[in-house]
T-cell receptor, first 113, second 119 residues
Framework: DAGVTQSPTHLIKTRGQQVTLRCSPK?????VSWYQQALGQGPQFIFQ???????QRGNFPDRFSGHQFPNYSSELNVNALLLGDSALYLC????????????FGPGTRLTVT | AQTVTQSQPEMSVQEAETVTLSCTYD???????LFWYKQPPSRQMILVIR??????QNATENRFSVNFQKAAKSFSLKISDSQLGDAAMYFC????????????????FGKGTLLTVNP
């Protein structure tokens, strides 16, 4: 049973560019959440998708957008990259009816130069 | 808005000893969930233990237990018989039980406590 997978593992981009990160949820899960974890900090909630809609959003600018596909996988898009966007991006999946546990992926390390 | 504070950036413990990690939180809500997550160098966040605010009994998972003080808004994690594999960053997290936009999956994390286990 595959857990949450994310791709790519590492990514280096230049300021002003756009990036797309991908997440496949754990088998049987239908809800995906994205978090940004800056170095030395706790993860911060970006947004959550269920039934291909954004259901909840944290305090992030519109440069951060997402999508959920019919197979429940998800993408996180960041436009006009800033140096401050350098972070570990974590994806978490869960089953909408089960409130407690969210399973996290290993993350994508994004470096903006 | 809810906040979570972990006042110990780093802690160390001898193998087989007991260590307690502290967490306080601020909320005006009465119904919520609290979690402790472990993040080893592999970066994968792993759930250690959870506590529902409506339950008075403290949660326990094998060597891990919590001391939940709702009135004091305190939620500490006790690790007994520490093992080398327990070395990791530990995050305390809060989740509201109230639905927002038809969802309530947002986790609010503290800044973490780096636990070192000495052999």
């Amino acid at each position: 049973d595959a857990g949450v997978t994310q791709s790519p593992t590492h990514l280096i981009k230049t300021r002003g560019q756009q990036v797309t990160l991908r997440c496949s949820p754990k088998s049987g899960h239908d809800t995906v959440s994205w978090y940004q974890q800056a170095l030395g900090q706790g993860p911060q909630f970006i947004f959550q998708y269920y039934e291909e809609e954004e259901r909840q959003r944290g305090n992030f600018p519109d440069r951060f957008s997402g999508h959920q596909f019919p197979n429940y996988s998800s993408e996180l898009n960041v436009n006009a990259l800033l140096l401050g966007d350098s972070a570990l991006y974590l994806c978490a999946s869960s089953f909408f009816g089960a409130s407690y546990e969210q399973y996290f992926g290993p993350g994508t390390r994004l470096t903006v130069t | 808005a809810q906040t979570v504070t972990q006042s110990q950036p780093e802690m160390s413990v001898q193998e087989a000893e007991t260590v307690t990690l502290s967490c306080t939180y601020d909320t005006s809500e009465s119904d919520y969930y609290l979690f402790w997550y472990k993040q080893p160098p592999s970066r994968q966040m792993i759930l250690v233990i959870r506590q529902e605010a409506y339950k008075q009994q403290n949660a326990t998972e094998n060597r891990f237990s919590v001391n939940f003080q709702k009135a004091a808004k305190s939620f500490s994690l006790k690790i007994s018989d520490s093992q080398l594999g327990d070395a990791a960053m530990y995050f305390c997290a809060y989740r509201s039980a109230r639905m927002s936009g038809g969802s309530n999956y947002k986790l609010t994390f503290g800044k973490g406590t780096l636990l070192t286990v000495n052999p």
